[in-house]
């Protein structure tokens, strides 16, 4: 006579005990694998948005023109404007080419602002050069959660190069533009773009 053998009660827990373990190693493992994983994308996202912003910034350095506007109060304003005390956070304002998006392979000046605001990097434009007290700003949030920028400009006179903080000058531009951005989480980027825009008015 045949008996079919059950498992036992310590069988039982001995296995249950096994299968806790295994499960509790396998939550570890894809808890962290979903942390590397959120880790990785916020990375990328942010890579993405440095790449964006460094990009703008470059054509729009490279680009910079010399041509003379009107404030909305008629006044004229100078070709480029360094760390504005008039706006709060302005960092930079000048007159830039930008490819037009209706007419292909045609170019069109356009008056630009990159500011800090509450540790977001913007990018302003206007859609006309000249204002009136009735223009509207356009603004881009290019970066979130910058702890500070930095602009300087970058002059060479009689093989003398000088990095200024501000930029007085009506009839010409500066050779160049530094930016420094520094991110919340202590992260550093640092940028020099050359200016060929031109001076004539």
Do not use: C
Request: cysteine-free; proline content about 1%; hydrophobic content about 40%.
């Amino acid at each position: 006579m045949k008996y079919s053998r059950a498992f036992t009660l310590l069988e039982m827990i001995v296995a249950i005990g096994i299968f806790a373990v295994i499960a509790v190693v396998s939550y570890g493992s894809l808890n962290r694998f979903l942390d590397n994983r959120d880790v990785l994308q916020a990375e990328m996202t942010l890579m993405k948005d440095l790449q964006l912003a460094f990009s703008l910034l470059e054509q729009d350095m490279h680009f910079m023109s010399g041509r003379i506007v009107r404030d909305e109060y008629g006044d004229s304003e100078p070709l480029l404007i360094v760390n504005s005390i008039d706006i709060a956070g302005e960092l930079l304002r000048f007159t830039t080419a930008r490819r037009s998006v209706s007419l292909p392979g045609v170019s069109t000046l356009q008056r630009t602002s990159y500011r800090w605001e509450n540790g977001d990097f913007i990018r302003v434009n206007w859609l006309v050069l000249d204002r009136d007290q009735d223009a509207i700003e356009s603004k881009q949030l290019l970066l979130s959660d910058v702890d500070s920028v930095r602009v300087n400009v970058i002059t060479t006179d009689e093989d003398e190069t000088q990095t200024l903080s501000t930029w007085d000058s009506a009839e010409k531009l500066p050779d160049g533009v530094e930016w420094q951005i520094q991110m919340a989480d202590g992260k550093q980027y640092r940028r020099v773009f050359d200016i060929k825009g031109s001076t004539d008015k």
